[in-house]
């Protein structure tokens, strides 16, 4: 369980527009060991998603990759052509988007779909892939799942859609998951269900997983390693325990502290203070330090990246370590 599914090493992914350059993700690395979940957290904005779309080669024009690796099971993904990238997409790579319509054809019934995409990468028939389809959709949640293959997308609810998309997902029993707040529509429940599916991929299959999201609860539950991002650069990775029961970074700190059930009963809301800084124009040094309580002239200057705990990286110049015990 040891061995890297994923390393990328020094990515950045720069959107080159009228206005200016775009630093959506600028200089970051991070690592999914086979079998581990990566839960890849922060504000709106903040370039997770463009980290999700990097790593599958799907950053369309303005967008391009500038710099860094994008290492599957030791292969550069960033050197290979559209052909073999369409190779491993839905087949060993796999990505979960936060809108399931761009999974879904429209104008196709499910089960066609959902047998393409078998047929696709496995020569099967398709009676065999049918099956396999609908077990999928079974894993979901979706109840009859023989008769709702042969339903539309229109003919789902927007929750029901997603679950469709998770499905597809799982089909290949991929080596790699990307899921982009796949479950923010959908109910409890069937968050749950689906989690406790993804965990159990994971676990039995060895599959490596990204979670990208902002909800804290949800990566507590799941992820077994966060790395948080802040104006497109990771500025605080580790255990995801240690993490969340130990911030060091301001940052880390400020997002944990803004969840409601850490505010007591009665008291304000505690919030980060001031706006994320527009990626047109990052200011000098630490992207953090208009918002930062502990920002001083330091932080004019580019924090490298620091190890102050055994399995923690930090780009800070004051970490908290009095939270330590």
Same mark, same amino acid.
């Given at each position: 369980?040891?061995?890297?599914?994923?390393?990328?090493?020094?990515?950045?992914?720069?959107?080159?527009?009228?206005?200016?350059?775009?630093?959506?993700?600028?200089?970051?690395?991070?690592?999914?060991?086979?079998?581990?979940?990566?839960?890849?957290?922060?504000?709106?904005?903040?370039?997770?998603?463009?980290?999700?779309?990097?790593?599958?080669?799907?950053?369309? $024009?303005?967008?391009?990759?500038?710099?860094?690796?994008?290492?599957?099971?030791?292969?550069?993904?960033?050197?290979?052509?559209?052909?073999?990238?369409?190779?491993?997409?839905?087949?060993?790579?796999?990505?979960?988007?936060?809108? $399931? *319509?761009?999974?879904?054809?429209?104008?196709?019934?499910?089960?066609?779909?959902?047998?393409?995409?078998?047929?696709?990468?496995?020569?099967?028939?398709?009676?065999?892939?049918?099956?396999?389809?609908?077990?999928?959709?079974?894993?979901?949640?979706?109840?009859?799942?023989?008769?709702?293959?042969?339903?539309?997308?229109?003919?789902?609810?927007?929750? *029901?859609?997603?679950?469709?998309?998770?499905? %597809?997902?799982?089909?290949?029993?991929?080596?790699?998951? %990307?899921?982009?707040?796949?479950?923010?529509?959908?109910?409890?429940?069937?968050?749950?269900? %689906?989690?406790?599916?993804?965990?159990?991929?994971?676990?039995?299959?060895?599959?490596?997983?990204?979670?990208?999201?902002?909800?804290?609860?949800?990566?507590?539950?799941?992820?077994?390693?966060?790395?948080?991002?802040?104006?497109?650069?990771?500025?605080?990775?580790?255990?995801?325990?240690?993490?969340?029961?130990? $911030?060091?970074?301001?940052?880390?700190?400020?997002?944990?502290?803004?969840?409601?059930?850490?505010?007591?009963?009665?008291?304000?809301?505690?919030? %980060?203070?001031? *706006?994320?800084?527009?990626?047109?124009?990052?200011?000098?040094?630490?992207?953090?330090?208009?918002?930062?309580?502990?920002?001083?002239?330091?932080?004019?200057?580019? $924090?490298?990246?620091?190890?102050?705990?055994?399995?923690?990286?930090?780009?800070?110049?004051?970490?908290?370590?009095?939270?330590?015990?």
């Amino acid at each position: 369980m040891s061995e890297l599914t994923l390393d990328v090493q020094g990515l950045s992914t720069h959107f080159f527009t009228r206005a200016g350059v775009v630093r959506a993700v600028d200089d970051i690395s991070f690592s999914v060991p086979r079998g581990r979940v990566l839960g890849l957290v922060g504000e709106s904005g903040s370039g997770k998603s463009v980290t999700g779309f990097s790593v599958i080669g799907l950053v369309d $024009p303005p967008g391009r990759i500038t710099a860094g690796k994008i290492l599957f099971q030791g292969r550069d993904l960033t050197k290979l052509d559209e052909r073999d990238l369409r190779d491993l997409r839905g087949n060993r790579i796999a990505m979960i988007f936060q809108d $399931p *319509m761009m999974t879904l054809n429209p104008v196709l019934r499910i089960d066609t779909q959902m047998i393409e995409t078998v047929l696709a990468h496995d020569s099967v028939s398709r009676s065999s892939a049918r099956e396999r389809a609908r077990d999928a959709l079974g894993m979901v949640g979706i109840p009859s799942p023989e008769e709702r293959l042969n339903a539309y997308p229109h003919q789902f609810s927007g929750g *029901m859609r997603q679950r469709v998309a998770i499905a %597809i997902a799982l089909l290949h029993r991929p080596d790699l998951i %990307i899921a982009d707040e796949p479950t923010t529509a959908l109910d409890v429940t069937i968050q749950a269900q %689906i989690l406790a599916e993804v965990q159990k991929l994971a676990r039995e299959v060895g599959t490596a997983l990204i979670w990208i999201t902002h909800d804290l609860s949800v990566i507590a539950g799941l992820a077994d390693d966060i790395a948080v991002m802040y104006a497109g650069r990771i500025v605080e990775t580790g255990r995801v325990e240690e993490v969340l029961d130990r $911030p060091l970074h301001p940052y880390t700190h400020g997002l944990i502290g803004s969840v409601p059930s850490r505010n007591a009963r009665g008291q304000r809301l505690r919030q %980060i203070p001031g *706006m994320t800084p527009s990626l047109l124009n990052l200011p000098p040094g630490c992207a953090f330090r208009s918002r930062c309580p502990r920002a001083d002239a330091a932080c004019e200057q580019d $924090p490298p990246d620091s190890h102050p705990l055994e399995g923690r990286t930090l780009r800070c110049f004051h970490p908290q370590l009095e939270m330590v015990a």
